[in-house]
């Protein structure tokens, strides 16, 4: 291990590691029932479970030797009350590393070495690559996908008190750690029921709303003021993609109606963003021309996410227009006075528009030819033969064909998931309207193997209208 690596695991140590420690020790001391008692038997259970697997048991062997050892509990509930505490345990001490991990990390990483933003500038500004910069940027964007499991992430509550945690763990202010650890203790972290698709996806938006919203807006900016012509505003630097509520290969219960739903919280999250940053904006903008302007903008923002049934066909369009007039206000009238931060806004509006993130539908290949099959038995617009037609003309078929389902208002497919697959294909065109053609503009096809698959979906697409 070289010294940088061995660097950076001391400092990991003395940031993270000793600090678990110190702070672990506060969960014993929490106000809770048997929490104390919790602790303690954790710690004995370790052991066990170290010894037990040095002298290869079963992990039936190994909590059983536990409970001889080290408990009196005999009958099965009270052996199931201490093992669910032991998880209620572990659970809120990772949620304690996450929080000191993020609180180190500026600590534990170099933030201007090699990889990082700063190191490109000086790299860039070194070798004369501007101009190289600039052509690599013209067609070249990173493209983040957040997807979705179940387990895969905290409940937004968590994650809450995750972020408010690292703040003062940052700061080392230990009566607030301690009345966040408090909060932790008696925030739960699971729900009764399954998640939903919808859930999956509003737990996801938290990272978008808190975490890269401002990150991609410090990104932009940052490239923007040090290379003024090397970012394209038709082409940003980054883009979001979003599977929650989209792939319906990945969870069986995504519906046509959850994908609308999904894009209309990606639409109200991005929204909602905006609008708080313009609250804050309004108290460093007080100049005249600028008020009123930011004001009416700030309405118009409230209106469509505040105020039921009076949703707007608000288009980023119209909201860079009025930044770009304020803008244009305070270079002229105000001395430039707080441009940099309407400048931020604007790269944001360019990045996250009003889609926020791009909904991917997601689809297996052969769903695709099963609704295709099924639209043929009718005989109304493909062939009846068609099941029984090969590859090349199926694609002849789909490539030339002109009709739409919706010529033939009277169709109806026995097969729920005909029905579904042709209402997600009309979804992608209401999300469009709604919230921008990236918005929804990338439709990925499990298990692809042939031209054929590719057909079908583009056949679909034209018999959806």
């Known amino acids: 291990m070289d010294n940088q690596s061995l660097r950076g695991l001391q400092h990991f140590k003395n940031s ?32 066990i479970c170290e010894e037990g697997y040095k002298k290869k048991l079963s992990p ?6 536990f409970f001889v050892k080290h408990t009196t509990y005999t009958s099965q509930n009270e052996k199931l ?59 070249f964007s990173v493209t983040m996908v957040l997807t979705a499991h179940p387990t895969q992430f905290y409940p937004g509550s968590v994650l809450g008190i995750i972020n408010d945690l690292s703040k003062s763990l940052a700061e080392n202010n230990t009566a607030q750690i301690n009345m966040y650890l408090q909060q932790l203790g008696k ?45 394209h505003d038709n082409n940003p630097v980054i883009n979001m993609g979003f599977w929650p509520g989209g792939d319906r290969d990945g969870n069986s219960f995504v519906t046509s109606e ?48 505040f105020i039921p049934g009076n949703r707007t066909s608000l288009t980023k369009k119209e909201i860079l227009d009025t930044l770009n007039k304020i803008k244009e206000i305070l270079i002229y009238q105000h001395n430039g006075l707080f441009l940099h931060l309407i400048n931020n806004l604007i790269n944001k509006v360019h990045v996250f528009g009003l889609h926020f993130a791009s909904l991917d539908i997601r689809q297996e290949s052969s769903v695709h030819n099963i609704v295709l099959e099924e639209i043929a ?43 579904e697959t042709i209402n997600t294909i009309k979804a992608i065109k209401l999300i469009q309207d709604a919230n921008g053609e990236v918005g929804c503009n990338r439709y990925i096809i499990s298990q692809c193997t042939s031209a054929l698959n590719v057909f079908e979906v583009y056949g679909l697409f034209i018999l959806c209208g």
């Open 16 to 47: 993270v590691g000793i600090k678990f420690q110190l702070y672990n020790s506060l969960f014993t001391s929490l106000p809770f029932h048997r929490i104390e008692k919790t602790g303690i038997l954790l710690s004995l259970f370790q052991n």
């Open 60 to 65: 039936l062997e190994i909590i059983e030797d």
């Open 81 to 139: 009350d201490i093992l669910f505490r032991f998880v209620q345990f572990v659970e809120r001490q990772v949620v304690l590393f996450d929080a000191l991990e993020d609180a180190a990390f500026t600590q534990v990483h170099d933030v201007n070495g090699a990889g990082t933003l700063k190191q490109l500038e000086l790299e860039v500004l070194q070798n004369n690559k501007e101009e190289a910069l600039t052509k690599k940027l013209k067609d």
């Open 187 to 231: 925030t739960p972290f699971f729900k009764n029921e399954k998640p939903t698709p919808y859930d999956e996806a509003i737990s996801l938006l938290w990272y978008l709303e808190n975490v890269f919203y401002a990150a991609a807006g410090r990104i932009t900016s940052f490239l923007k003021n040090q290379f003024p012509d090397v970012v």
């Open 258 to 305: 959850i994908t609308l739903k999904v894009a209309d919280a990606l639409r109200g999250g991005i929204i909602k963003c905006y609008y708080l940053e313009i609250r804050k904006l309004r108290r460093r903008l007080t100049f005249k021309g600028v008020d009123i302007i930011l004001s009416e903008l700030e309405k118009q923002l409230y209106d469509n996410i």
């Open 377 to 419: 038995a009718t005989g109304k617009i493909l062939p009846a033969e068609y099941a029984g037609l090969s590859a090349e003309k199926k694609i002849a078929f789909l490539a030339n064909n002109k009709e739409a389902i919706v010529d033939h208002p009277g169709y109806r497919g026995k097969n729920p998931v005909v029905n």
